[in-house]
């Protein structure tokens, strides 16, 4: 039996560096941050379906982006925060997928960089459509990548066993 299953890897908002005193973990998001994940949630609306399951990084700009994108769009699942995925290798964001259950069709998970376009790059190592190759280079904040993974069950995601399908960025949409 053969099922498809929809990983969708964004980056948290841009976030504010204006209080010194913050550790890295409690910085909250910039006004820029805060405009762009309510478009960037319109825009995977649009996209469609909406993720059944999401896993966000239990960091306060990854929980805002979110719950931005939860105001501008309600249908959103309410968020899974997994300490586990705050500064996540792709190996770890890896980890969580596969603790999914079958069930589950799409999975949005909220993190951060290096580990986004590591685990994008880990799981698609090929685009094949040029507007996605820039992805590889440069994943800026609040960015949407959809893969699609030939699985029934995610116990089998890995390495190359997606495809990379989307690619949005706040600034483009915005305008």
């Not at 105001?71 to 596969?98: G, S």
Request: with cysteine; hydrophobic share 40%.
């Amino acid at each position: 039996m053969s099922a498809m299953k929809r990983v969708i890897l964004m980056r948290h908002a841009k976030s504010s560096w204006s209080d010194p005193g913050l550790e890295n973990h409690d910085r909250p998001l910039s006004k820029r941050g805060r405009k762009s994940a309510p478009v960037m949630a319109k825009w995977l609306e649009s996209e469609g379906p909406l993720p059944d399951r999401v896993l966000c990084s239990s960091s306060r700009r990854t929980r805002e982006t979110l719950a931005r994108m939860r105001k501008a769009v309600p249908a959103l699942p309410e968020p899974e925060l997994r300490e586990a995925l705050y500064e996540a290798t792709p190996e770890a964001i890896l980890r969580q997928l596969r603790n999914l259950s079958r069930d589950c069709e799409s999975a949005l998970v909220i993190g951060h960089e290096p580990g986004m376009s590591s685990a994008l790059r880990m799981l698609a190592p090929g685009a094949t459509a040029p507007e996605l190759h820039r992805a590889y280079a440069h994943y800026p904040t609040a960015a949407v990548a959809v893969l699609e993974a030939d699985i029934a069950d995610w116990g089998e995601i890995g390495a190359g066993k997606a495809r990379f399908t989307a690619f949005a960025v706040p600034r483009e949409l915005i305008g």
